[in-house]
C-alpha cells in the first residue's frame, strides 16, 4: 500500500475484510487522492506505506512507527494513519526526577612543567575508587580534565554543567618562608608582603605555569551561580580565592596557608567519601578534616569552608 497523505490528513482501514479496498470505500474527505491495497483475509499483507506515523493492533502486537516504512506486516485488525509530526520527548516523572538527581563532579588538575610534581593521580583515582564503592554511585558523574589552561576551565564548566568543582594543584600566595610543610602544594614561598601574587596556577598553551588571579576565578563563576553547588580548591593559599568565589556559591572549599601533598589527599578522600554517602558538604568537609589528622598530619585546620552570605 502507497499512500501520500496530504497535511494533517487522517484514515482509517479495516483489515478484517477480505476484499480489496479502494478509495471510494475509505472514509475520508480527500479519500480519491489516496490509493490503497489490502489484500487476503486474516492473513493480508500491507505492501507499504510510508511518510506519515502508523499506529494499530495487528494480532494483538500495538506498533507505532514514524517517519518510516512498514512491510510485510500481516494479520487482521485496524490501522490508522496520519502525516507525520514531531513530538517532544516525554519523560514520565520518575525518569525525570532520576535525571536531575545526578551530580556532576567535575575534576580539574593541573601541574606545570618546572613545578614541583604532585600525587595528583593519586588523589582522583581515590575519588573514583570512593565513587565506585558508594551505595549512591548513580547519583553522581565523575568529570576530569587534566593538565587544564584557563580556557580548559572556562569550556568544562559549559560542557560537564557540574554541581561540584573540583580543583587540584599549585597555588600562590603569602607565607613566611619555613612555615609550610613539605612537600607542600606551592608553586613558591613568598615573603609576608601584601603586594606579592595571590591565585591559582593553571597551565599555559605550552605547558608552563599560568598564575589566574583570585578575582578572574570568582567572576567566572558567578556566571554559574545558577548552577554550581560547591568548589573545592585544594591547593596552597586558595583561602582568598574561596573567600572571593563564595560571594557567588554556596560552599567554598579553600586553604588557609601551603598544605601538604599527602594532606590534600587525605582531606579529598575524607571529603568525597562523605559526599559520595549522601551526607551535606558540611559534614563532608569535617570528615575531610578528621581523615588529616587521622592519618596523623598535623595539618587539619589548613582547609577552611566558606559559606555564601547570599
Known sequence: MTNELPHQDQTSIDLSSPDTVDSSEVSHPQAPQIEQ???????????????????????GAVFNISGSSITNLTGSGNIHYQEASHQPLILNRETEEKIQAVKTI???????????????GEEVRSLQMGLERSRYRDRFLLEQRWAVTATDMRRALLDCQPQIVHFSGHGVGIETPGNEPLLARKLSVVLDSNTEPEGLMFEDEAGQPKLVSGESIASLFALFSDQVECVVLNACYSETQAKAIAQHIPYVIGM?????????????IGFYDALLAGRSVEFAYKLGCSAIQMAGIPEQLTPELHKCAR
Not at 567535575?106 to 595528583?120: D, F, H, K, M
Not at 588557609?256 to 579529598?268: C, L
Open 106 to 120: 567535575l575534576v580539574l588538575a593541573a601541574n606545570p612543567r618546572g613545578t614541583s610534581p604532585l600525587r595528583l
Open 256 to 268: 588557609r596557608r601551603a598544605i601538604g601533598d599527602k594532606a590534600a589527599i587525605e582531606f579529598a
Open 37 to 59: 491495497t489490502v489484500k487476503g483475509d486474516r492473513n493480508q499483507a500491507i505492501e507499504q506505506m510510508s511518510g506519515g506515523t502508523a499506529m494499530g493492533s495487528v494480532q
